[in-house]
């Protein structure tokens, strides 16, 4: 009875504990990006002013933009502001920073979530093929591929990509997310083509869409399968070394149900780790692949804000980086509860 009571109060003590831990490294991680962007070689006052400007020019931008105060007092004015929901305006595009990443994040979204489904889709199944097949034919080729992954440039995959099945072949859409004839045909409701397409009920559009996504979505997805494959395989060899599963296989039952009705089960917690950690750095931005792609996204935003200087745009995509992984470490937690109740208590 008296645990009973104990609970609610213990659970509000856990979640007040965790929200005090978010917060901090939020704080932490606004601080770094603060004041080592300070430091950095790049003016983003000559940037906005131009090489030409005379310095009575540069010193007004100077002033304007708070430079002319201390360290401290600029990130308290900016602590100050973004309490009230304010990031700041963006020197790359002068509107302001928070209009921009609604903006940009929702063509990464897409990428990214169409990629971390073919990465996990086929990198799980073949990890668990490699486990079961160790050191046969079925397990090295699977290694190969890992491999292949991990090693290969992405950059040169992409481009080698586009050169083979949009120049050469034909088979996918070239650079950006449409063809431009199509641009703003469809409502802009949720900034995923696709979806919006979709809810316009736009046949056209959709299939063009698709036809841009499939090749760098499939690229990032390869880049992600071989991480989740090896991780895969490994937790897999770890689970068919163990009693239980000798047991079971003595009982008589068949290897398929040894393997997915036993081991694979036990390693569903480990799994939502690792495809959520591959899931928030493909939102973090797949820069390179953005890059070949001419892809609008926010790997592409961050980079050029990043080349200017522009301080505000890159806090500001610093902190949804750091809200994107604390919110997908909150999610395997329940996740974790509801696939292995012992880790409620």
Known sequence: MMLTLLAPGSRTRRFSKRLLQVLITLFGLLVLTFFIGRVMPVDPVLAIVGPDADQGTYEQVYRQLGFDRSLLTQFGVYLGNLLHGDLGNALLTGKPVADDILRVFPATLELATVAIVIGAG???????????????P??????????????????????????????????????????????????????MITVDALLAGNGTVLFNALNHLVLPASLLGFHSLAYISRMTRSFMLAQLSQEFVITARVKGLSEWQVIWNHAFRNIL????????????????????????????????????????GDMNAVMGCVLLVGVIFVLINLLSDMLYQLFDPRTKS
């Open 122 to 136: 086929l990198g799980i199944p073949l990890g668990v093929l490699a486990a079961a097949r160790r050191n046969r």
């Open 138 to 191: 079925a397990d090295y080729i699977v290694r190969v591929i890992s491999l292949a992954g991990y090693s290969t440039p992405i950059f040169w995959v992409g481009m080698m990509g586009l050169l083979l099945f949009y120049a050469a072949l034909g088979w996918v859409g070239g650079a950006g997310r449409l063809d431009l004839g199509l641009e703003g045909q469809v409502p802009h409701r949720t900034g």
């Open 269 to 308: 917690v480990q799994l939502l780790t690792v495809v959520a950690l591959a899931y928030g750095s493909l939102l973090e931005g797949a820069v390179l692949i953005e890059t070949v792609f001419s892809w609008p996204g926010f790997g592409s935003y961050l980079t050029g804000s990043l080349l200017l």
